[in-house]
Nanobody, 126 residues
Framework: EVQLVESGGGLVQAGGSLRLSCAASGFLVDDYVIGWFRQAPGKEREGVSCISRSDGNTYYVHSVKGRFTISSDNAKNTVYLQMNSLKPEDTALYYC???????????????????WGQGTQVTVSS
């Protein structure tokens, strides 16, 4: 059974940092593209960052470039999202998701993803 479990969310002041973790089970992250998405109240869910371990491709939405870093630890079958210089507008419920990679490249559109975690809340105070 494929499972994704997020952790690491919390309350932080603007300018602070958090590291989110997405622990995968039932599949190997090497064979999948893993994405981080977020949804703020009243807004649509958006792709934040995605990674393919098999070909090394990554994607970042413009608003987080230079502040967030996605990485993976194959030994732990876990994908991380390091978030630095957090802003109040980063406040959202953060989800990780996965789809099995068939062709090279990374897609960060949410309808591409087949498996989703339950989410972890990130709140950035001003």
């Amino acid at each position: 059974e494929v499972q994704l479990v997020e952790s690491g969310g919390g309350l932080v002041q603007a300018g602070g940092s958090l590291r989110l973790s997405c622990a995968a089970s039932g599949f190997l992250v090497d064979d999948y593209v893993i994405g981080w998405f977020r949804q703020a109240p009243g807004k649509e869910r958006e792709g934040v960052s995605c990674i393919s371990r098999s070909d090394g491709n990554t994607y970042y939405v413009h608003s987080v470039k230079g502040r967030f870093t996605i990485s993976s630890d194959n030994a732990k079958n876990t994908v991380y999202l390091q978030m630095n210089s957090l802003k109040p507008e980063d406040t959202a419920l953060y989800y990780c998701a996965a789809y099995q990679q068939v062709i090279s490249g990374v897609r960060c559109g949410l309808y591409t993803y087949d498996y989703w975690g339950q989410g972890t809340q990130v709140t950035v105070s001003s």
